[in-house]
């Protein structure tokens, strides 16, 4: 059972590249959310999308895009990093968004260096 | 401003001992509340959750208490395992604009043998 995959796993960019961070999880759950942790501040919600076919913004989405490509794949996009956006990034899946009774489910993460 | 509060970066306790983790929340909309267990290298996973219809909920080892007029929360944990090592974080849920999971900073439980 995979459940949330997430690639890379590791990256290291230079400051002004561009990076996608993929996701895709196999449990047909129809929400799915990107969140970055750093440290001291728990994890923080960058995107998420509800349902196939929308999306939309968390607590921090300056500086990111996201894209649902379909119902398993959901990425993350940096199209100029910037060091701030070093950090540990999680994609997680749910059955239905803003059911509290149905918890998320995480990927292992992909630890991202912008130097 | 942080809505959930997890105000003990890390806890020590002895093996077959209790842990005790705290979460207090400022926001009244938040109905549901769940504690996720992250070892290094991994993604957080589920371990409990309680809604605010309920002041208890109980899993084996691991039991979360509610007590909503004072916005607080706990995880009990008995006995406590070296196994149990790992960084807990609070999370909570609620209606309208906070319907998303807010998480708290998390702490680092050490379950020394």
């Known amino acids: 059972n995979a459940g949330v995959t997430q690639t890379p796993k590791f990256q290291v960019l230079k400051t002004g590249q561009s990076m996608t961070l993929q996701c895709a999880q196999d449990m047909n759950h129809n929400s799915m959310y990107w969140y970055r942790q750093d440290p001291g501040m728990g994890l923080r919600l960058i995107y998420y999308?509800?349902?196939?076919?929308?999306?939309d913004k968390g607590e921090v989405p300056n500086g990111y895009n996201v894209s649902r490509l379909n119902k398993r794949e959901f990425s993350l996009r940096l199209e100029s990093a910037a060091p701030s956006q070093t950090s540990v990034y999680f994609c997680a899946s749910s059955e239905m968004a803003g059911a509290g009774d149905q918890p998320q489910h995480f990927g292992d993460g992909t630890r991202l260096s912008i130097l | 401003d942080q809505q959930v509060k997890q105000n003990s970066p890390s806890l020590s306790v002895q093996e077959g001992r209790i842990s005790i983790l705290n979460c207090d929340y400022t926001n009244s909309m938040f109905d549901y509340f769940l504690w996720y267990k992250k070892y290094p290298a991994e993604g957080p996973t589920f371990l409990i959750s309680?809604?605010?219809?309920?002041d208890k909920n109980e899993d084996g080892r691991f039991t979360v208490f509610l007590n909503k007029s004072a916005k607080h929360l706990s995880l009990h944990i008995v006995p406590s395992q070296p196994g149990d090592s790992a960084v807990y974080f609070c999370a909570a849920s609620g209606t309208g604009s906070a319907r998303q999971l807010t998480f708290g900073s998390g702490t680092q439980l050490t379950v020394l043998p």
């Open positions: 999308s509800a349902s196939e076919g929308t999306t």
């Open positions: 309680i809604s605010s219809i309920k």
